[in-house]
């Protein structure tokens, strides 16, 4: 047994709707392995009840997975804005929203975050609780920085992938841009006043941040 069958098998199971839209990228798409995945996706469900945010963000949808596992733990008048810049997967979003019966409290954006925030967020104002940062990894200082000003005192900011097949800690042996440019941001969160900050060491690296 490895240790993340035993983190599985000792965390609740995941809801049946949630483990179809996996088998479904499994069967219909040619990388699955970008799903957050169970323990990722229960891990943002338990703090979404937890948190009760009234308005989260999840910046990088897919076909939805995660976007199912923050929207269906949301209370019913929340609501999650997704923003998923490949109008391709807009039809497997929908349909797993819909799937999950959450489709209600999400608001979906088709189109690049970095303008996309600053459209739907105009003012700099605190008014996300939490927030899920999960696309391409060379902006993820962008993404950060377009949502830190835009959140609550206390607000909770999830970003996945932090340590990157471990390729972080040897950054002589792995100099390419994706793995220098999560080295840069895993310092700049850590240098950050405006956080506190914690580094969990669990599947691929999870930073979390608290708003101050
Ligand atoms: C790892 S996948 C997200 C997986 C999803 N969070 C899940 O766990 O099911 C990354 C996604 O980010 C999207 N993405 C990349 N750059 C983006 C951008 N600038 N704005 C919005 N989405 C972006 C990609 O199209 C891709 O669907």
Same mark, same amino acid.
């Given at each position: 047994?490895?240790?993340?069958? *035993?983190? !599985?098998?000792?965390?609740?199971?995941?809801?049946?709707?949630?483990?179809?839209?996996?088998?479904?990228?499994? &069967?219909?798409?040619?990388?699955?392995?970008?799903?957050?995945?169970?323990?990722?996706?229960?891990?943002?469900?338990?703090?979404?009840?937890?948190?009760?945010?009234?308005?989260?963000?999840?910046?990088?949808? *897919?076909?939805? *997975?995660?976007?199912?596992?923050?929207?269906?733990? &949301?209370?019913? @008048?929340?609501? &999650?804005?997704?923003?998923? $810049?490949?109008?391709? *997967?807009?039809?497997?979003?929908?349909?797993?929203?819909?799937?999950?019966?959450?489709?209600?409290? $999400?608001?979906?954006?088709?189109? @690049?975050?970095? @303008?996309?925030?600053?459209?739907?967020? +105009?003012?700099? !104002?605190?008014?996300?609780?939490?927030?899920?940062?999960?696309?391409?990894?060379?902006? &993820?200082?962008?993404?950060?920085?377009?949502?830190? +000003?835009?959140?609550?005192?206390?607000?909770? /900011?999830?970003?996945?992938?932090?340590?990157?097949?471990?390729?972080?800690?040897?950054?002589? /042996?792995?100099? @390419?841009?994706?793995?220098?440019?999560?080295?840069?941001?895993?310092?700049?969160?850590?240098?950050? +006043?405006?956080?506190?900050?914690?580094?969990?060491?669990?599947?691929?690296?999870?930073?979390?941040?608290?708003?101050?």
């Amino acid at each position: 047994m490895t240790l993340s069958d *035993y983190l !599985e098998s000792h965390s609740s199971p995941v809801d049946a709707s949630l483990s179809a839209i996996e088998r479904w990228a499994h &069967l219909h798409t040619a990388q699955p392995q970008m799903l957050c995945g169970p323990y990722m996706g229960r891990l943002l469900s338990l703090l979404c009840r937890t948190v009760r945010p009234h308005c989260a963000v999840e910046v990088g949808a *897919y076909i939805g *997975y995660s976007t199912c596992c923050v929207a269906s733990s &949301l209370d019913a @008048d929340a609501t &999650l804005h997704s923003f998923e $810049v490949n109008d391709e *997967y807009e039809g497997a979003i929908r349909r797993h929203l819909s799937d999950c019966h959450c489709a209600d409290r $999400v608001q979906l954006h088709i189109g @690049d975050a970095k @303008d996309q925030i600053p459209a739907v967020f +105009p003012s700099e !104002e605190a008014v996300v609780d939490f927030a899920f940062i999960d696309a391409d990894k060379r902006n &993820l200082r962008c993404y950060y920085d377009l949502l830190v +000003p835009r959140m609550r005192r206390g607000a909770l /900011l999830l970003v996945d992938n932090v340590l990157w097949h471990e390729k972080v800690l040897d950054r002589e /042996l792995h100099h @390419d841009t994706d793995t220098l440019a999560i080295h840069a941001f895993n310092e700049y969160v850590q240098h950050d +006043p405006r956080v506190e900050n914690l580094m969990l060491g669990v599947r691929d690296g999870i930073m979390i941040c608290s708003v101050l």
